[in-house]
């Protein structure tokens, strides 16, 4: 049967008939990152590497590996992928709040403000999963830093149930002083609670 497919398809090439195109088995298309800066990708094939730099390029691959460039532009991906489009996570997002020095409950005035806004964030999402991670500065040993980074994460949690939000299953983690982001007269920025939220 091979045999008779090989020896058609070479009849045709012979006759002048070109053999049909292969099908595409995936397209991948690049997307702006989220704040509209260019992003890139490799993609890697049967037939060598494509690099994939520009937003809203398109990149037709077959079964054999052949790559196809495109380009398409932001409106033709919108009406083409809409729906795939909507369907996607909302994007992750990370808040920081700052705690005045040796207090495990009382935020700086910046991130009362900074507060607000998360719960307001976390308000607008129909279902925030939410990741807190204390942390301290350097003083004190590692097992009062170690207990201080948790009460920090805990009060946070305890914050964010107070603006309606079931708080369940957000875990909170105390990471001590063992993850610091500043040192010196910036130590104050190690008094942190993260938020993630996805």
């Not at 398809?9 to 397209?27: D, V």
């Not at 350097?138 to 946070?156: E, F, P, T």
């Amino acid at each position: 049967m091979e045999l008779i497919a090989a020896a058609l398809l070479g009849l045709g090439i012979w006759l002048g008939q070109a053999p049909a195109p292969e099908k595409i088995t995936e397209r991948i298309i690049l997307l702006p990152s989220a704040d509209g800066t260019r992003s890139a990708i490799i993609v890697h094939g049967l037939k060598g590497d494509r690099l994939m730099d520009v937003p809203y390029a398109s990149l037709e691959v077959t079964p054999s590996g052949t790559f196809t460039d495109a380009s398409l532009s932001e409106t033709a991906v919108r009406n083409r992928y809409a729906s795939l489009l909507d369907a996607q996570a909302p994007r992750p997002r990370s808040f920081l709040l700052y705690f005045v020095t040796g207090s495990d409950n009382k935020l700086t005035a910046e991130s009362q403000q900074t507060l607000t806004g998360l719960q307001d964030f976390l308000q607008s999402r129909p279902a925030p999963e939410v990741t807190l991670i204390g942390h301290t500065d350097r003083s004190g040993s590692a097992a009062i830093n170690d207990a201080l980074s948790l009460k920090r994460a805990q009060a946070v949690r305890d914050l964010i149930r107070q603006s309606g939000m079931s708080t369940d299953n957000v875990p909170v983690y105390g990471r001590g002083s063992r993850e610091p982001i500043a040192s010196g007269a910036q130590e104050g920025l190690n008094r942190r609670v993260e938020i993630h939220v996805r």
